[in-house]
Structure formats: structure tokens, C-alpha cells
């Protein structure tokens, strides 16, 4: 806390204005300068504008699931993460990629990992790569047609009760580590029909771009995107909003930092 207020004092120093409790409804992009349409109905214009919304992350259906956030719940599997689970079980939730990775990285250091996914298998959702290092490794298992139905504990993790098809016995396992790599849902809601989104609603930016979304009317004929750059010129995506980011906090501050560079050499154009 004593960090943002800092950071809100630094930038009150620049002459930043800051408003609070606003949540945008539209970009409207076909006006110079931008404008943003606030849930107040007023609206904020601007000749250059970042992104950095976010995005929520999909939680388990379990009343309780939020309480043990951090303290048994991950939404990454970083080193840090695996230090506190390691020589322990493990369970990693999701068939994509980013769950495939996260259990073989994480089966080096942990006693064993248990890969929960709802489906019939993994063939659909996971590179044909991880879906070959998870059945050579003997720290890993699949579980399909499987969810976790609770999760029990007092000031950590302690338990997770879990059901398997075709039976959905409701079995009690004495582990305190979940990894949930279900995926993200950007906020970009108020995006669509102006920014450029990939099929997963995150915004395309810089190299990600298409041609398709490079309009000559957009203006970029005279050049090509910034690297956070969206297919409007001046405005731009950073952090967990944007196609490509890792989703770390660490990572989405570097953005936000490069981000304002490249709004100063717009500006000046």
C-alpha cells in the first residue's frame, strides 16, 4: 500500500490527474483525439492512450476457493512457487499448455504431480511435445473426467477432495498445493469493434498485429507499430491485457515502463 501511494504521489508530481472509481465503457476510436466513455456517462479524450486493464483469472467453483489464495491456490509456477511445494504432492488443474508445462516443470522438484482436467484426455488442448513428456514421467499422473469438489483447511491448504468418472466418489486427498492453469478472461469487453483482439480476447499488439488489422485508415501507412502498439497509432496494450504477455506483476511493470517511452516518441511526431 505505502508503494501505490507512492506512486500516486510521484505521479500528482508530473501532473498527472487521477480518478478513482471509474470504469470505462467504450473506446471510441474513429475521433481525434480518442475518447472514453466513463460509466458516468462523461467522457475522457486523449491524443494517446495505454491499456492496462488486466485479466481475472478462472477460479474453482468452490464457496471457499478464494480464502486460500497464496496459501495453497497458484495462478503460476514459478520458482518461487515451487520452492514452497517442494518434495511434496501437487495437484495442476487444466489441459492447455500452460498446465502441461507447469507439471513437468513442477515434477523436477515436487514428490509427485497429480494433472486434473475435466476432459477425456489431453490430445485436443496440449502440444503433442508435453503430452509425451507427461506419460514418459513417473512423477506425473492423469486424471481424466475429474474436478475438485472442496477444498478444506484453516489458515492453509490442507486437503482437496476431488471426483473421477464414471463412479464420482468424492475422494479426500491430504494435499496443499493447487495449481490452477485454467487460462484468463482479459477485461476488454469495451474493446470490441475498435481494438484488435486475438480469439481469446486479448489485444494484439506491435508483431502480433495482421495485415488485416493494419487498415491503411488507421494510420500506420508511413510506419509499422511500437511493440505495445495497438492497430490504432497512440494507443497502446500492457500487461496481462495484451496477446503475449507472461502474466507476471514483475513483467507488467517493465511493460508500463517501456510503454511510456514509446507514447513520448508519438507524441512528439
Given at each position: 500500500m505505502a508503494l501505490a501511494a507512492r506512486a500516486r504521489v510521484q505521479a500528482q508530481k508530473f501532473g498527472a490527474e487521477i480518478r478513482t472509481a471509474y470504469?470505462?465503457?467504450?473506446?471510441?476510436?474513429?475521433?481525434?483525439?480518442?475518447?472514453?466513455?466513463?460509466?458516468?456517462?462523461?467522457?475522457?479524450?486523449?491524443?494517446?492512450?495505454?491499456?492496462?486493464?488486466?485479466?481475472?483469472?478462472?477460479?474453482?467453483?468452490?464457496?471457499?476457493?478464494?480464502?486460500?489464495?497464496?496459501?495453497?491456490?497458484?495462478?503460476?509456477?514459478?520458482?518461487?512457487?515451487?520452492?514452497?511445494?517442494?518434495?511434496?504432492?501437487?495437484?495442476?488443474?487444466?489441459?492447455?499448455?500452460?498446465?502441461?508445462?507447469?507439471?513437468?516443470?513442477?515434477?523436477?522438484?515436487?514428490?509427485?504431480?497429480?494433472?486434473?482436467?475435466?476432459?477425456?484426455?489431453l490430445a485436443d488442448t496440449m502440444s503433442h511435445y508435453l503430452i509425451r513428456r507427461i506419460a514418459e514421467s513417473p512423477s506425473i499422473t492423469l486424471h481424466v473426467h475429474t474436478e475438485i469438489t472442496a477444498l478444506e483447511g484453516d489458515e492453509q491448504l490442507e486437503r482437496v477432495i476431488w471426483r473421477s468418472a464414471p463412479d464420482n466418489v468424492p475422494q479426500p486427498h491430504a494435499i496443499g498445493h493447487v495449481f490452477l492453469m485454467t487460462g484468463a478472461i482479459p477485461s476488454t469487453h469495451w474493446l470490441k469493434g475498435c481494438i484488435a483482439l486475438n480469439d481469446n480476447g486479448f489485444v494484439r499488439t506491435g508483431s502480433d498485429l495482421t495485415a488485416a488489422d493494419l487498415e491503411p485508415a488507421h494510420g500506420f501507412a508511413a510506419r509499422q507499430p511500437q511493440s505495445f502498439e495497438t492497430n490504432w497509432p497512440g494507443?497502446?496494450?500492457?500487461?496481462?491485457?495484451?496477446?503475449?504477455?507472461?502474466?507476471?506483476?514483475?513483467?507488467?511493470?517493465?511493460?508500463?515502463?517501456?510503454?511510456?517511452?514509446?507514447?513520448?516518441?508519438?507524441?512528439?511526431?
Open positions: 470504469s470505462a465503457l467504450k473506446l471510441d476510436c474513429d475521433q481525434r483525439p480518442y475518447a472514453v466513455e466513463l460509466r458516468t456517462q462523461a467522457w475522457v479524450r486523449s491524443r494517446s492512450i495505454i491499456i492496462a486493464t488486466g485479466a481475472e483469472y478462472r477460479q474453482l467453483a468452490i464457496d471457499n476457493a478464494s480464502r486460500f489464495f497464496g496459501t495453497g491456490i497458484y495462478y503460476a509456477a514459478t520458482a518461487t512457487e515451487a520452492r514452497r511445494c517442494e518434495a511434496q504432492e501437487v495437484i495442476v488443474v487444466g489441459g492447455g499448455n500452460s498446465a502441461g508445462q507447469a507439471a513437468v516443470y513442477l515434477s523436477g522438484t515436487c514428490r509427485h504431480v497429480h494433472l486434473l482436467v475435466r476432459s477425456q484426455g494507443i497502446f496494450a500492457v500487461g496481462d491485457v495484451r496477446c503475449g504477455s507472461v502474466k507476471r506483476v514483475a513483467a507488467a511493470v517493465g511493460e508500463g515502463s517501456a510503454c511510456v517511452q514509446q507514447v513520448h516518441q508519438v507524441l512528439h511526431h
